[in-house]
T-cell receptor, first 114, second 114 residues
Framework: DTEVTQTPKHLVMGMTNKKSLKCEQH?????MYWYKQKAKKPPELMFV???????INESVPSRFSPECPNSSLLNLHLHALQPEDSALYLC?????????????FGPGTRLTVT | AQTVTQSQPEMSVQEAETVTLSCTYD???????LFWYKQPPSRQMILVIR??????QNATENRFSVNFQKAAKSFSLKISDSQLGDTAMYFC???????????FGQGTRLTINP
């Protein structure tokens, strides 16, 4: 299995809703990432989990809450989002350090906040 | 801070032609990795090629090759015998060894015309 999967593919939510994005990989990778991507822009890093511990939070608003229940699974909990949070949310994973460094991306979740 | 610059926002070539995408970066570090990612309209980010800074030999992957000029801090991507499926946004990215944050360029939108 050499892929990162993300669910759902599309999500529409109101500003008062609570929803979650899910990311899964079975490549034995020990680092997992959340990115936000606006149209025609590069991905922006949000969070990094390394060995199931949060290692990087790029000053993301608290309405985004990451969770890493185990080494294969990464969630992003969403609450009270704003319309400007509409974007493509990408998950990625990378092998353990001293192995190789490239990040492998999932297909993304297209989020629309109404 | 490291920066990555892609000076060509858009490019367009005919099928079967060769095209070169430019990327320059700024860093004071000696050990790092460089990547080219492709993001087709299907939106999944796909790793095209990677280069370790300590390697002098330019990386190649089938029709894709790089021209890595470390002193000039240049990392261009050459696509030979271009195909319609190469139509995508291409991002150049930098990763400091030991770090987890990819630094992306702004991207080049490449269109292959039949």
């Amino acid at each position: 299995d050499t892929e990162v999967t993300q669910t759902p593919k599309h999500l529409v939510m109101g500003m008062t809703n609570k929803k979650s994005l899910k990311c899964e990989q079975h490549m034995g990778h020990r680092a997992m990432y959340w990115y936000k991507q606006k149209a025609k822009k590069p991905p922006e890093l949000m969070f990094v989990y390394s060995y199931e511990k949060l290692s990087i939070n790029e000053s993301v608003p608290s309405r985004f809450s990451p969770e890493c229940p185990n080494s294969s699974l990464l969630n992003l909990h969403l609450h009270a989002l704003q319309p400007e949070d509409s974007a493509l949310y990408l998950c990625a994973s990378s092998p353990p350090r001293a192995s190789s460094y490239e990040q492998y991306f999932g297909p993304g979740t297209r989020l629309t906040v109404t | 801070a490291q920066t990555v610059t892609q000076s060509q926002p858009e490019m367009s070539v005919q099928e079967a032609e060769t095209v070169t995408l430019s990327c320059t970066y700024d860093t004071s570090e000696n050990n790092y990795y460089l990547f080219w990612y492709k993001q087709p309209p299907s939106r999944q980010m796909i790793l095209v090629i990677r280069q370790e800074a300590y390697k002098q030999q330019n990386a190649t992957e089938n029709r894709f090759s790089v021209n890595f000029q470390k002193a000039a801090k240049s990392f261009s991507l050459k696509i030979s015998d271009s195909q319609l499926g190469d139509t995508a946004m291409y991002f150049c990215a930098y990763l400091l060894q030991g770090a987890q944050k990819l630094v992306f360029g702004q991207g080049t939108r490449l269109t292959i015309n039949p």
